[in-house]
C-alpha cells in the first residue's frame, strides 16, 4: 500500500511491512527504546524480533513502516482485536530463552504486571470496549527520533484508520504509558480521545472511532456504567 507525503522538505513513503524488514523493524526498536522504560527492549532484541515477525506475518494484524532515504524511520503495528494473549503465545519460546539469559529479568516487578495484566477488565465498559471484535488495537507506534515533527506520526496514523475500517473494524484504542507525555500529547494532537474508564495500573488509553454511528453506541454505553 503505497503512499507519499511531503513535510518539512522531508518525502518519505507509507509501505506494508513484509517478513524481510522484520529485522529493521526490530533494530529501530531497541534504538528507540531502552530497557528502563519498555519490557519487550528489556527482554532483549531476539524477543523484540519475534514479536514483530507476529504482527507481520499474523492474519490478525498488520504492521505499516514509514521509509525515507532508503531506511525505515517509522512503523505502526495494529491488531484486529487484542493482542496479549496471541503475541505471548506466538513469542513464549523466545521469552524463556530470555529469561535463561538473564535470570534477574524474573526479579523486575514490573514484567510481573506486564505478563498478568493480559486483558482482565475492572468495569463494564472496559470490558466491553476490550472483548468487542470491532475495536482494534495499536500496539506499538514508533517514529526515529531524528524525524519526528515532520508529519510522519499523522500519516501512519492515517494510513492505519483507512486500513483497520477496511477491515471492519469500527475504532482503535491504544495504550500509552501514563508518565509517556510525549506520546499522549502526539496522539491528542491528531484528534485520539483519552478514555479514563479503560485505564489500567500504568497505562491511560486513546480511542479514535472510524464512524460516527459506534463513537454514540460508546459515549451511551459510558453513560450507562457510570
Known sequence: MPQSSEANKLTFEIHRAQSAVVEDLARLHMEVFTPEDNIPALLGPRYVRATYRWFVISKR?????????????????????????????????????????????????????????????????RKRIVNDRRVAQLAVIIVKKEFRGQGIFPALIDAAKAISKGRGSRAIRAGVYKENRQSRRAFEKVGWIEMPELEANNLVFYVTYLDSEFAEEMRASAGQFS
Open 61 to 125: 494484524a498488520y504492521t505499516l513502516i514509514a521509509v525515507a532515504r532508503g531506511n525505515v524511520v517509522g512503523l505502526v503495528a495494529v491488531t484486529d482485536t487484542s493482542f496479549t494473549t496471541p503475541l505471548f503465545r506466538a513469542s513464549f519460546l523466545e521469552l524463556l530463552r530470555s529469561l535463561a539469559k538473564k535470570p534477574l529479568i524474573l526479579f523486575q516487578k514490573r514484567l510481573w504486571q506486564r505478563l498478568a495484566r493480559g486483558d482482565k477488565s475492572s468495569t463494564r465498559l
